[in-house]
């Protein structure tokens, strides 16, 4: 069960009771539980035969957290966490690793949070990382740099028009429940992911965001306050300086792909 569906069901839950009430949100519920028991049940079965009760569900999260709030290099985690017995006692000395070091310094645990809500709207990550892997080929740094500020602007741009969508999306119940979707599973890998293969793209629901506003746009339907979240989505980029990859490129320090391929950037450190 990964976090993103998991929020999403709580979500989806508070949306059928707002839309449709007690009777017909608990019928909708019923049917989605038991489809959801069904695809999960033999897996808990397992968890509780193997680990015992404490262990509902075997997840990634304590990882996560302790992978954002470790103090020193990611790849120590990974080690760390590769030497423990069995996922019950990943999971508990994760947890401690986490709690210890957010109790130490909490400052920079929310300084790296602020890093992390900012990176799940920088998602270049998945082409960045798979050029500098060569995993298309051989690559030099300056196409590598050709693409990357392609892609930084092409965001930019794709945010900007789905900041100008934002408040007519939101009078539609779906795209309301979308929103609100997009904005807790922000705040929650904000809290607790410190790499980058658990975040989730939005590119879909920002291309329909963004229809609206260049729809809207094209109809003379926008406001003046329609251009706030604009501004705010064009800062993206000049924010992006806080994102160590991004600041490493942007700065010219790049000058052989190699120098991505160690632990630091595949994990992107905060």
């Known amino acids: 069960l990964k976090p993103a569906i998991g929020v999403f069901t709580i979500l989806l839950a508070i949306f059928w009771l707002w839309r449709f009430g007690w009777s017909e949100a608990l019928r ?25 009760p404490e262990i509902l569900l ?6 996560n957290l302790w992978m954002g709030t ?19 006692t990943r999971s508990r000395v994760a947890l401690d690793k986490s709690l210890d070091a957010i109790a130490a310094d909490p400052g920079e645990y929310l ?18 990382r798979n050029l500098a892997l060569e995993a298309w080929g051989p690559i030099d740094a300056a196409t590598f740099e050709r693409w990357f500020w392609a892609i930084q602007l092409g965001w930019i741009a794709l945010l900007v028009c789905a900041a100008l969508g934002l408040r007519l999306s939101w009078r539609d119940p779906n795209m309301r429940l979308l929103l609100c979707w997009m904005a ?9 992911v410190g790499t980058t293969r658990f975040r989730m793209p939005f590119h879909a629901l920002l291309a329909v965001l963004a229809g609206v ?14 251009l706030v979240p604009a501004a705010l989505a064009a800062s993206v980029l000049a924010f992006s300086f806080y994102r160590p990859l991004f600041a490493f ?8 792909v190699s120098q991505l391929r160690v632990p630091r950037w595949i994990f992107f450190w905060y």
């Not at 020193?72 to 069995?86: A, C, I, K, S, T």
């Not at 807790?184 to 607790?192: D, H, K, L, N, R």
């Open 213 to 226: 506003g260049i729809s809207a746009g094209v109809r003379g339907k926008l406001r003046t306050v329609d």
């Open 58 to 63: 075997e997840n990634e999260g304590p990882y």
């Open 249 to 256: 490129i942007a700065s010219g320090r790049l000058t052989d």
């Open 111 to 128: 300084r790296r949070s602020g890093v992390r809500a900012l990176n799940v709207w920088g998602l270049e990550w998945f082409v960045t």
């Open 28 to 52: 909708l519920a019923v049917v989605f539980g038991l489809a959801t028991a069904l695809l999960i049940g033999p897996w808990v079965a397992r968890n509780q035969l193997r680990y015992g």
């Open 184 to 192: 807790a599973f922000t705040v929650m890998v904000a809290a607790m």
């Open 70 to 88: 470790h103090p020193g290099e990611p790849f120590e985690v990974y080690r760390h966490w590769n030497r423990l017995p069995d996922p019950a």
